[in-house]
């Protein structure tokens, strides 16, 4: 059974820094793309980042671009998405997510995680 566990969410002043964090489980992750989206109350869920696990290869959106780094440890099964100079508009509900590709596309990610809340505050 796979599982995707999220942590890190919370409460930072704007120009703060946040860590979360994806423990995956239940198989073998080395062919998926491990993705990184968020939601906004009243808004649709949207791509933040993503990491192919094998190569390392990385994909962001352009309001995070210079911000923010996703990252993972292959030893720990867990990927990490680093949140520098956040801003108010950054604040939604953070999820892990993983798919086979091709695409970044939220409908072609089959895996979820339950999410965790991030404010920031002006």
């Known amino acids: 059974q796979v599982q995707l566990v999220e942590s890190g969410g919370g409460l930072v002043q704007a120009g703060g820094s946040l860590r979360l964090s994806c423990a995956a489980s239940?198989?073998?992750?080395?062919?998926?793309?491990m993705g990184w989206f968020r939601q906004a109350p009243g808004k649709e869920r949207e791509f933040v980042a993503a990491?192919?696990?094998?190569?390392?290869?990385?994909s962001y959106a352009d309001s995070v671009k210079g911000r923010f780094t996703i990252s993972r440890d292959n030893a720990k099964n867990t990927v990490y998405l680093q949140m520098n100079s956040l801003k108010p508009e950054d604040t939604a509900v953070y999820y892990c997510?993983?798919?086979?590709?091709?695409?970044?596309?939220?409908?072609?990610?089959?895996?979820w995680g339950q999410g965790t809340q991030v404010t920031v505050s002006s």
């Open positions: 239940g198989r073998t992750f080395s062919s998926y793309i």
């Open positions: 990491i192919w696990w094998n190569s390392g290869r990385t």
């Open positions: 997510a993983a798919t086979q590709g091709p695409w970044l596309r939220v409908d072609m990610f089959h895996y």
